[in-house]
């Protein structure tokens, strides 16, 4: 039996939809999002690192994703339900990952050992693939809206410390940046 809470409801799932449908984005590999994955894993030393968008209220999808270990960009293989999601999409209503989370608080959550917070150690992603420390920020546009997360993992327990949660929270906020940006142009 799990002892991890599910994720908090999400209010503004189908507002956020919207949001996300006007600035362009969709359930797709971003080969630009993929590269800043790729530079938020190597500022923090995570040995994975993604840009997580909550399209709906049942799934969270990695439009952004990588993998230190083979040094590039990844497609999540290991299953982490016992019916597999295909590539990079993650249920957001069950107790795997630590996004859901940071989307329902609206600010950044470090956890340097999540094995030390009984309502995270439970969590699949744990045993399913080894994480045993998290790093994230939403990503919060002008509207005030949550579209997503960005984070970043690690197989071992890590001091994020405040250099760690300084560099994620503004590469979040330039995230967002980028991402209106480029929707106002769109």
């Known amino acids: 039996m799990r002892h991890l809470l599910l994720p908090p409801q999400d209010p503004e799932a189908a507002a956020r939809s919207r949001r996300l449908r006007e600035l362009g984005i969709e359930d797709r590999p971003d080969p630009e999002l993929d590269e800043f994955a790729r530079q938020l894993a190597r500022r923090t030393g995570g040995c994975y690192a993604g840009v997580n968008f909550f399209l709906d209220e049942n799934r969270q999808y990695f439009a952004g994703l990588y993998s230190a270990a083979s040094d590039t960009t990844v497609e999540l293989e290991t299953p982490l339900l016992e019916e597999p999601v295909p590539g990079r999409v993650m249920p957001r209503d069950l107790d795997i990952g630590f996004c859901p989370h940071v989307v329902r608080r609206r600010k950044a959550l470090v956890l340097d050992d999540v094995r030390d917070f009984p309502r995270f ?66």
Do not use: F
């Open 121 to 186: 150690a439970g969590n699949h992603v744990v045993d399913a693939i080894g994480i045993h420390s998290y790093l994230g920020a939403p990503l919060i546009d002008h509207t005030g809206m949550v579209l997503g997360t960005i984070c970043v993992v690690d197989q071992d327990p890590r001091a994020w410390g405040q250099e760690g949660l300084e560099t994620i929270k503004s590469m979040a906020a330039e995230l967002v940046e980028r991402i209106e940006g480029a929707g106002r142009r769109g």
